[in-house]
């Protein structure tokens, strides 16, 4: 792939992408929506790839929305347009692989696109959040009805409402469960790949059906999503055992969080 926007990397079934755009906060264009296209169908068809984890480059930002000065492609016709998520979201591309993010500095607007797509999140001390969208007369929709669905309505609604005039710090992100982990900045990347790993070195059908398991469940009722994880349970478990010697496994390698 011929990118401009991201920095890509795979090691030890790992893909890294960072966000690099700095002179503009990481702001997403044109540009850096096609890359994400052809990047999900990079990851989703390589199986050399078990785990992404998503960054941003320079120190102000992991990301502020859309590049206002560049805007992005839109259709004349309004019936046309199509939501940027569909080139920024993982899921939305059908990417089972989980998806680690980073988060340090400002993380805006759009940059929600991959936050509320992520299956771990994590942050550093100095990471604020927030949506301006309303501040600019614009409607908030497409990221705030996302965040719905990871943290409490309330909190949501005070984002979306309050737009710039009021930022969601690193430690009440942690609170409100928009995070999993705070640490320090210099300990952020390496956290973030110390995660990945961990997760890649299972079994990567059955991580992939686990995500796709549970991210498939938000759109249903219990009932039908408890028969269709039945189903991936099975199709991720052919032979109907785990594909780990469970006696093999060594004995108390575990952290407490």
């Given at each position: 792939?011929?990118?401009?926007?991201?920095?890509?990397?795979?090691?030890?079934?790992?893909?890294?992408?960072?966000?690099?755009?700095p002179q503009a906060m990481n702001s997403f264009n044109q540009r850096m929506l096609e890359e994400f296209s052809a990047i999900w169908d990079r990851v989703k068809t390589d199986d050399d790839v078990r785990v992404v984890v998503l960054r941003g480059s320079g120190e102000r930002a992991f990301s502020t929305d859309m590049d206002v000065k560049e805007g992005i492609d839109r259709h004349p016709n309004v019936w046309s347009q199509t939501d940027p998520g569909e080139f920024l979201s993982p899921k939305l591309n059908q990417v089972w692989k989980p998806l680690v993010c980073a988060v340090h500095g400002m993380a805006a607007g759009g940059a929600f696109y991959w936050l509320n797509e992520?299956?771990?999140?994590?942050?550093?001390?100095?990471?604020?959040?927030?949506?301006?969208?309303?501040?600019?007369?614009?409607?908030?929709?497409l990221e705030p009805i996302g965040l719905a669905r990871r943290i409490p309505l309330g909190e949501t609604l005070r984002i979306a409402l309050l737009g710039l005039d009021e930022?969601?710090?690193?430690?009440?992100?942690?609170?409100?469960?928009?995070?999993?982990?705070?640490?320090?900045?210099?300990?952020l990347w390496g956290r973030a790949d110390e995660i990945a790993r961990i997760i890649a070195a299972k079994p990567p059908a059955a991580i992939q059906g686990t995500v796709r398991a549970i991210w498939e469940s938000l759109d249903s009722t219990r009932t039908q999503a408890l028969r269709t994880g039945l189903s991936y349970t099975q199709i991720g478990n052919p032979v109907g055992k785990a594909e780990v010697d469970r006696a093999a496994m060594p004995r108390g390698r575990w952290t407490l969080r």
């Open positions: 792939m011929d990118l401009k926007t991201v920095l890509f990397e795979v090691t030890d079934h790992v893909a890294t992408l960072t966000l690099n755009r992520a299956d771990i999140l994590i942050c550093s001390d100095d990471a604020t959040f927030f949506d301006p969208h309303v501040s600019y007369g614009l409607t908030a929709a930022r969601v710090s690193a430690a009440r992100a942690l609170q409100i469960g928009l995070v999993s982990e705070v640490l320090p900045g210099e300990q």
